[in-house]
């Protein structure tokens, strides 16, 4: 079946470094990929897709490139901010409309 | 255009007790997912309906859980006989087609506790 292996946490750097966390997947056919991120007692919010193969997603400074040839979504940032301190979510929705999600990635970005 | 709405976003119940989840989902979505995240996991799929028709219910318990979502009104999830088990928060999400490249829009969650 389908399934999400992301890099687990936590994570903790500081204000204005590189953000890089890594997803990789399984799935059958043609999946679309996803990056949901969480705020602390709050719902997922969508931080960026990519439905085919080769697509970058990107939002609020964030990306993630669709690699069908490794099977990955790493989702990297050039420079955090205190304010990006969330739980991330890689996620895929194969064939059918079930999302299917990996642990989840804390992040802490110290000032 | 209001989000998903979901309430309560807090729920405290004793064991043996039902508790009743609410969902509506956004303006012009038909499609709603239920989704639960336990303690130190991700999200697991539990259900997914249109108007007055479950699709698909694969990832709920085969027991004491029940989903509904009516011609008028909210989407319901009911949990019966609550156990501690079942102390999750548990997430609305909506679309408006059942497509693979679509976006699910979730809504804050309710936090069920069961003492």
């Known amino acids: 079946g389908d399934s999400v292996t992301q890099m687990e946490g936590p994570v903790t750097l500081s204000e204005e470094a590189f953000l890089t966390i890594n997803c990789t997947y399984t799935?059958?056919?043609?999946?679309?990929l996803f990056w949901y991120v969480q705020y602390p007692g709050e719902g997922l919010q969508l931080l960026l897709k990519?439905?085919?193969?080769?697509d970058k997603g990107s939002n609020k400074g964030f990306e993630a490139t669709y690699r069908k040839e490794t099977t990955s979504f790493h989702l990297e940032k050039g420079s955090v901010q205190v304010s990006d301190s969330a739980v991330y979510f890689c996620?895929?929705?194969?064939?059918?409309?079930?999302?299917?999600f990996g642990k989840g990635t804390l992040l802490t970005v110290n000032p | 255009n209001a989000g998903v709405m979901q309430n309560p976003r807090h729920l405290v119940r004793r064991r043996g007790q039902e508790a009743r989840l609410r969902c509506s989902p956004m303006?012009?979505?038909?499609?709603v997912y239920w989704y639960r995240q336990l303690p130190e996991e991700g999200l697991k799929f539990m259900v997914y309906l249109q108007k007055e028709n479950i699709i698909d219910e694969s990832g709920m318990p085969k027991e004491r859980f029940s989903a509904e979502f009516p011609k008028e009104g909210p989407s319901i999830l009911r949990i019966q006989q609550v156990v501690r088990g079942d102390s999750a928060a548990y997430f609305c999400?909506?679309?408006?087609?059942?497509?693979?490249?679509?976006?699910?829009?979730f809504g804050p969650g309710t936090r069920l506790t069961v003492l």
């Open positions: 999400a909506s679309s408006p087609r059942a497509d693979h490249t679509d976006t699910q829009y």
């Open positions: 990519a439905t085919k193969a080769d």
């Open positions: 303006k012009g979505h038909s499609h």
């Open positions: 799935a059958t056919g043609y999946p679309s």
């Open positions: 996620a895929l929705m194969g064939s059918n409309y079930k999302l299917t």
